[in-house]
Nanobody, 115 residues
C-alpha cells in the first residue's frame, strides 16, 4: 500500500527557515516523480516543487530561489528546504506521488509564517 507521511511543519516568523520531510512506503522510492503542494483555506491546492525520477527539479515562480526540493532514496524521504519564509507561504503542505498511474497524497503538515 502506497503511503506518504509529511513532517517538519511549524510556526515561524517571516525570514526564518523550515525543512519539511515526506517519507514514502509501499513503492520503489526514486522510481517516480514526486511533488510538494500547498493549500490555504478557501483556495485550491497549488504546486510548489517537483522532483523527477532522474532528479530533475522544478519549483513555482513564487518560491524559486527560496525553496529547494531534494530526496534521499536510501531513507525513502523527500525534503523541502524553505528559506526566507513570508506570510504568503502559510498553508498546509502536502506530499504527492504518482505511482503506476495513480496519484497518492499525504495528510499534510501545517506551516504558519507570521510577521
Amino acid at each position: 500500500q502506497v503511503q506518504f507521511v509529511e513532517s517538519g511543519g511549524g510556526s515561524v516568523q517571516a525570514g526564518e527557515s523550515l525543512t519539511l520531510s515526506c517519507t514514502g512506503s509501499g513503492f520503489r522510492f526514486g522510481w517516480y516523480i514526486m511533488y510538494w503542494y500547498r493549500q490555504v483555506p478557501g483556495k485550491e491546492r497549488e504546486f510548489v516543487c517537483e522532483i523527477t525520477s532522474l532528479d530533475g527539479t522544478r519549483c513555482a515562480d513564487s518560491v524559486n530561489g527560496r525553496f529547494v526540493i531534494s530526496r534521499d532514496i536510501e531513507k525513502k524521504t523527500m525534503f523541502l528546504r524553505m528559506d526566507k519564509l513570508t506570510p504568503d507561504d502559510t498553508g498546509i503542505y502536502y506530499c504527492r506521488g504518482d505511482v503506476d498511474m495513480r496519484t497518492y497524497w499525504g495528510h499534510g503538515t501545517q506551516v504558519t509564517v507570521s510577521e
